[in-house]
């Protein structure tokens, strides 16, 4: 079983598309996080939520909206996509205190054409 | 602020051959961790090495850390062609996240 796991692999859409990335952990953790990587594989964090609450909200352009329904999941959906939102997206989750070990999702590559 | 730097940025080495990474860091820290990226994959943890830890080993890896040089270092041994990969160093300090470095591109060429 993929113990964190996210999908779409690849989303590939227009300018001005709303699309949502979905994310699931199977490790009962508490803690979950949407990283973006860029094309220089620089790994920014944007969110992070903790049992189901925003803890970490990174200066992340407000077209960018998490959602945690509950502690296993969190999804994100990207309304009036931009070019510069091109990346590859990863969720991750950890236990207890942030600064703990994560483990990541296979990863999202999002191209806006 | 962007906390590890992980130097070289890319590294070819032939197999059987170590491979040594190295990270800066900026603040204090709590951890550091490090992590491994193959091509199109997500990050997998290798090995956490805690402030008051000089040295740490998990099969062909070695971590070094010295506080005092606010730096560690990964050693891979003996090195295999399934060890191409990026490599991040990740801090960890207090109640806030983990940072990561730029990593670095480690190809083993068999």
């Known amino acids: 079983d993929t113990a964190v796991s996210q999908t779409p692999k690849y989303l590939v859409t227009q300018m001005g598309n709303d699309k949502s990335i979905k994310c699931e952990q199977n490790?009962?953790?508490?803690?979950m996080y949407w990283y973006k990587q860029d094309s220089k594989k620089f790994l920014k964090i944007m969110f992070s939520y903790n049992n189901k609450e925003l803890i970490i909200n990174e200066t992340v352009p407000n077209r960018f909206s998490p959602k945690s329904p509950d502690k296993a999941h969190l999804n994100l959906h990207i309304n009036s996509l931009e070019l510069g939102d091109s990346a590859v997206y990863f969720c991750a989750s950890s236990q207890g205190a942030l600064k703990n070990i994560q483990y990541f999702g296979a990863g999202t590559r999002l191209s806006v054409l | 602020s962007q906390q590890g730097e992980e130097d070289p940025q890319a590294l070819s080495i032939q197999e059987g051959e170590n491979a040594t990474m190295n990270c800066s860091y900026k603040?204090?820290?709590?951890?550091l961790q490090w992590y491994r990226q193959n091509s199109g994959r997500g990050l997998v943890h290798l090995i956490l090495?805690?402030?008051?830890?000089r040295e740490k080993h998990s099969g062909r890896l070695r971590v070094t850390l010295d506080t005092s040089k606010k730096s560690s270092s990964l050693l891979i041994t003996a090195s295999r062609a399934a060890d191409t990969a990026s490599y991040f160093c990740?801090?960890?300090?207090?109640?806030?996240?983990?940072?990561f470095g730029k990593g670095t591109r480690l190809s083993v060429i068999a």
């Open positions: 490790l009962g953790h508490d803690t």
């Open positions: 090495i805690r402030s008051n830890e």
């Open positions: 990740a801090t960890g300090s207090g109640n806030t996240p983990l940072v």
């Open positions: 603040t204090s820290i709590n951890n």
